[in-house]
Nanobody, 120 residues
Framework: VQLQASGGGLVQPGESLRLSCAASGSIFRINDMSWYRQAPGIQRELVAA???????NYADSVKGRFTISRDNAKNTVYLQMNSLKPEDTGVYYC???????????????WGQGTQVTVSS
């Protein structure tokens, strides 16, 4: 199973970005999908998560600005980031809890990370 993240870039404060992360490979079902971020010198933190049924959870710092969504048919998770701030800068990683067979166990997979830089 591979997770391919895309959509990062350099933007000014107040602008928007949309991240995408597509899972491919031997997949029977994907349970939770999440986005994490890591800034230099800071521990990786959870930004947003979404269950297979669409229930969402956000870090307090991004509530009201970021929206996580997913397309189960495409095994893809998105992160719409609005009103970006300099403190949102970091490498964003997607994460998926994947079941590879009907009676199989759940495994955690990570994407390669995409850089988001918010600066004037």
């Amino acid at each position: 199973v591979q997770l391919q993240a895309s959509g990062g870039g350099l933007v000014q404060p107040g602008e928007s970005l949309r991240l995408s992360c597509a899972a491919s490979g031997s997949i029977f079902r994907i349970n939770d999908m999440s986005w994490y971020r890591q800034a230099p010198g800071i521990q990786r933190e959870l930004v947003a998560a979404i269950t297979s049924g669409g229930r969402t959870n956000y870090a307090d710092s991004v509530k009201g600005r970021f929206t996580i969504s997913r397309d189960n048919a495409k095994n893809t998770v998105y992160l719409q980031m609005n009103s970006l701030k300099p403190e949102d800068t970091g490498v964003y990683y997607c994460n998926a809890e994947v079941v590879r067979a009907r009676w199989g166990s759940e495994y955690t997979y990570w994407g390669q990370g995409t850089q988001v830089t918010v600066s004037s």
